[in-house]
Each structure stands twice: as structure tokens, then as C-alpha cells.
């Protein structure tokens, strides 16, 4: 096991079980966190990696469209898809338990005396979440062990592998070296971050969509034009589809995941527009807030894809006005394949479906409210009603 980091930098619900001591989101910088950096880059989040696994993605989404279509017809669900789903819905109950979406802001975050002494119980509570989330990563990272020590030769090798051959090097010494302990949290990391975020980023523009319906009928055309009718959106047609980009930009900006991106202890102490900061300080960027900055946009707090269609603002951290994956070296790294579902999913759903809220309910008058944890989700779900388009 690595150094233990200085857990003022880490968010209380992540410093149950010693969680933060084996993360790349939270780790201290050092080389510890290079070593699993550079992993995950090379060998689950570079382009290669992420074009080989286009089909599996593909065969979620036409799995989810099947399912919201058996739903909408009110078909009756055989006993596996029932199982499933349970089983779906208690992990997504976890990783929002361990997140924090109770709405709950973390004092200790701004008075780090009070971390030790957990008043709000939010360590505690989310230790029983995270130790049911460990034990099932921790399953799937024994069977591979027992599958690699059984010597039945794979035909592909994933990112799970890669960590479990650096884990199994025995020229590997010192603080750096992976454990199955370390392994099992960056396999439940990635997990995390491919569940809550995407989930509630897709939710939060389905919302935004049906808030403006001239922005979904707009998206819905140029899917209709460049795509058409009969044959399913597909990956390679994403970057054809310049309203979509523009759509998921704009949702992007006013409803980042991580409002508060994730804190950040200073390493020196610095200068900073004449300001100083010293070493250990705690860093927030409220991305929120820059985001909806009247000095860095027109009317910031409409929702207008339009705004990014003659512009070369991006998410990817050289823009400073948007910033929902972060910037520099701590840049989300699950940022290109994170983009690619939301960006996937929302095509489909909008291809696939005419979408309408409950009687009675206006789009202007849908709840907007937000509860914010260490992530940012709807106060109120959203409920709306599918039309397969045929």
C-alpha cells in the first residue's frame, strides 16, 4: 500500500474503508498516482482501446431502447429481465449512496476539523455502501485472478489484465506497487465513473429538451437528415451531427456533474493573482458557477445549443469557461468516453422516441431544482412518456 494521503483532500464519503488510498480521482499526485494514470490511458481510455469496444456499447443502448419500447408497449417481463433489472437498479442505489445524493453538502469539506469527528455521519453511512460496492468488484477481480492462474490463454487482453499484470510483477517494489486492494477500487472507480455521471448528465439534457422543444425538434431533424430513418445512430455518425455536439456542450455548461469539480489540496505554497495561497490548502473550482459567468456568456442562464455552433469552445480544459471535465494533468480520463455515450445515448433516445411529460405539466413548469452531494442530480426525477417513432 502506497503513502496514506492527506485526507483533508478527499471528500468524506470517500474516505471510508481507505477508499482514497487506492484512487486515481482523489490520489495524491506522486508516483503512485502516475503509475495508474498512465494505465488507464494506455490501456482503457486512449481511442484504440475505446473504437474496440464500439460494439459492446452499441448492444447497451440498442438493449436500452428495447427495453424502454417493451416498457412503453407495457409488455410483461419475463423473470431474467426482472433479475436484472433488480440487480441494476441496488448497484445504482450504492454508487448513489456512496456519492452523496442525499443533498447533503459535506462540512467537513470547509471545516476540515470537523472531518475527524464525521458529525453528519456521511463516512459512517457511506462505509456500508462502499463496502457492498467493494465486495462486488472484489468478486470480479478474483475470478480473473483464478482465471489468469488457471493458465487458459485470452483471446483479448482488457484493462482489468493490465492492472493484474502489474500487480503480479515481482520487479515491482516500493509504495508505487498495485495491490488487489488498489486494483479492486480503480476497477470500482471506473465503474463509478461511467454510472452516476452519465446517467444523470443524459437525464439533465433529456430534461433540458423537453424544456425547450425547439431544441429537441431541431436535434431530432438533423438526426433525421444525416442519419435517417431507417437505420440506427451509430458512433461514426457523431461527429456529423454538429446540433448534437452543440446540444451536449450546452448541458454540459449548465448542468455539470461535478458542480464543485473534485477538491484539491495546493502542493506549495503559491502566488496566484496576487493572491497567496499556502501549501495544503484546500482548492475548490466551482464550475457551477463559471458555467453560468454573465462575463463569459450571453444570456448564461438560457439553454441555446446555438451558442457553441460558431465557436471553438470546447470541454476538454483549454477553454476556462467550461469545465465540466476539469483541466491539466487531473482532467477526468474518462472524458472521451464519457462524451462519446452521452453524446450516443441522447441521439438514440431522441431518434428512437417522441418524448412528452405527464398531463398537465407544461415544459416550462418542469422542476429544475437541483440536489447537490458530491455530485449534482435532479431534485425531482423525470418522468416523461416514450412514443416509438415509426
Not at 33 to 42: A, Q, S
Not at 63 to 75: M, P, R, S, T, V
Not at 97 to 110: I, K, W
Not at 263 to 272: A, G, L, V, W, Y
Request: charge should be positive; glycine fraction near 6%.
Amino acid at each position: 500500500m502506497r503513502p496514506p494521503v492527506r485526507r483533508s483532500e478527499s471528500p468524506d464519503s470517500l474516505t471510508a474503508l481507505d477508499y482514497y488510498q487506492g484512487s486515481v480521482a482523489i490520489g495524491h499526485y506522486g508516483d503512485y498516482w502516475r503509475k495508474l494514470r498512465r494505465i488507464c490511458t494506455t490501456e482503457f481510455l486512449v481511442h484504440k482501446r475505446i473504437n474496440a469496444s464500439i460494439a459492446l456499447r452499441q448492444k447497451c443502448i440498442d438493449n436500452l431502447i428495447e427495453w424502454i419500447k417493451q416498457d412503453a408497449e407495457k409488455a410483461t417481463k419475463n423473470g431474467d429481465r426482472a433479475r436484472s433489472s433488480w440487480t441494476g437498479e441496488r448497484v445504482f442505489r450504492l454508487v448513489s449512496g456512496v456519492y452523496g445524493v442525499d443533498g447533503e453538502a459535506e462540512l467537513g469539506g470547509f471545516l476540515p476539523f470537523l472531518k475527524w469527528f464525521d458529525p453528519q455521519r456521511i463516512r459512517r453511512n457511506s462505509e456500508k455502501y462502499l463496502e457492498r460496492l467493494l465486495e462486488i468488484a472484489g468478486g470480479i477481480v478474483k475470478d480473473r485472478i483464478k482465471e489468469k492462474q488457471s493458465g487458459v490463454e485470452k483471446k483479448t487482453h482488457d484493462f482489468l489484465d493490465a492492472l493484474l499484470d502489474d500487480e503480479g510483477d515481482h520487479n515491482a517494489q516500493g509504495p508505487d506497487k498495485l495491490t488487489e486492494k488498489n486494483i479492486t477500487i480503480v476497477l470500482l472507480e471506473m465503474f463509478f465513473g461511467g454510472t452516476e455521471t452519465t446517467s444523470s448528465t443524459i437525464e439533465w439534457g433529456m430534461s433540458q429538451l423537453l424544456r425547450n422543444p425547439d431544441s429537441m425538434k431541431k436535434l431530432q431533424d438533423e438526426i433525421d437528415r444525416v442519419v435517417g430513418r431507417d437505420r440506427k445512430v451509430v458512433e461514426t455518425d457523431l461527429n456529423n451531427l454538429p446540433y448534437l455536439q452543440a446540444t451536449v456542450k450546452e448541458i454540459l455548461r449548465l448542468n455539470p456533474v461535478f458542480p464543485m469539480l473534485l477538491p484539491r489540496n495546493s502542493m506549495q505554497d503559491t502566488e496566484f493573482m496576487g493572491y497567496v495561497v499556502p501549501k495544503n490548502t484546500q482548492i475548490f473550482v466551482n464550475a457551477w458557477a463559471i458555467h453560468r459567468d454573465p462575463a463569459s456568456w450571453v444570456d448564461p442562464l438560457a439553454f441555446k445549443p446555438e451558442r457553441f455552433l460558431d465557436s471553438d469552445i470546447d470541454y476538454k480544459g483549454q477553454h476556462f469557461e467550461l469545465l465540466p471535465f476539469g483541466s491539466g494533468r487531473r482532467t477526468c480520463i474518462g472524458l472521451t468516453l464519457g462524451h462519446r455515450m452521452v453524446c450516443l445515448t441522447l441521439a438514440s433516445l431522441v431518434q428512437a422516441f417522441d418524448w412528452s411529460l405527464k398531463k398537465g405539466i407544461k415544459p416550462e413548469s418542469l422542476d429544475m431544482s437541483e440536489k447537490v452531494g458530491l455530485t449534482m442530480r435532479k431534485m425531482v426525477p423525470l418522468k416523461v412518456i416514450p412514443t416509438p417513432r415509426e
